[in-house]
Nanobody, 127 residues
Framework: QVQLDESGGGTVQAGDSLRLSCVAS????????????MGWFRRAPGKEREFVAG????????YYADSVKGRFTVSRDNAKDTMWLQMNSLKHEDTAVYYCASMKWWGTISEDNYENWGKGTQVTVSS
C-alpha cells in the first residue's frame, strides 16, 4: 500500500494555469512508487468522478481524457516519489476536486480499477 497526497489546488480565472502534485509516502508493501502506474481523476459538483490522465511507471507513456487533451500534461519524477498534473488554459468546467490514485493494471480509465486514492485537492476556475 502507498499513501498519496495531492496539493496545488486553488482558485484561478479561466485561461490560467495550475500544477497539481501527488506525493507518495508511507509505502508499506515493499513496492516502490516507481513500480506503480498512476492516474488523475476529478469530481465536479453534482457529477461522478471521471478519469483525467494516466502515466506508466517510467513516465514514457501517457493518455488523457478527450476533455483535457492538449491542455493538461501528466508527468512524474520517481526519485521524488511525485507525479504532477500541469493544467493550462483552464476552463470553468475544469472546476472539481482532483484525485490521484494508482492503477491496478495499465491503461484503464475506470475508477474501479484504481486504488490508494488520495484525499483530493480543490480546483476552482472562475469564468
Amino acid at each position: 500500500q502507498v499513501q498519496l497526497d495531492e496539493s496545488g489546488g486553488g482558485t484561478v480565472q479561466a485561461g490560467d494555469s495550475l500544477r497539481l502534485s501527488c506525493v507518495a509516502s508511507r509505502i508499506t508493501s515493499g513496492r516502490a512508487f516507481i513500480r506503480y502506474d498512476m492516474g488523475w481523476f476529478r469530481r465536479a459538483p453534482g457529477k461522478e468522478r471521471e478519469f483525467v490522465a494516466g502515466i506508466n511507471w517510467s513516465g514514457s507513456s501517457t493518455y488523457y481524457a478527450d476533455s483535457v487533451k492538449g491542455r493538461f500534461t501528466v508527468s512524474r519524477d520517481n526519485a521524488k516519489d511525485t507525479m504532477w498534473l500541469q493544467m493550462n488554459s483552464l476552463k470553468h468546467e475544469d472546476t472539481a476536486v482532483y484525485y490521484c490514485a494508482s492503477m491496478k493494471w495499465w491503461g484503464t480509465i475506470s475508477e474501479d480499477n484504481y486504488e490508494n486514492w488520495g484525499k483530493g485537492t480543490q480546483v476552482t476556475v472562475s469564468s
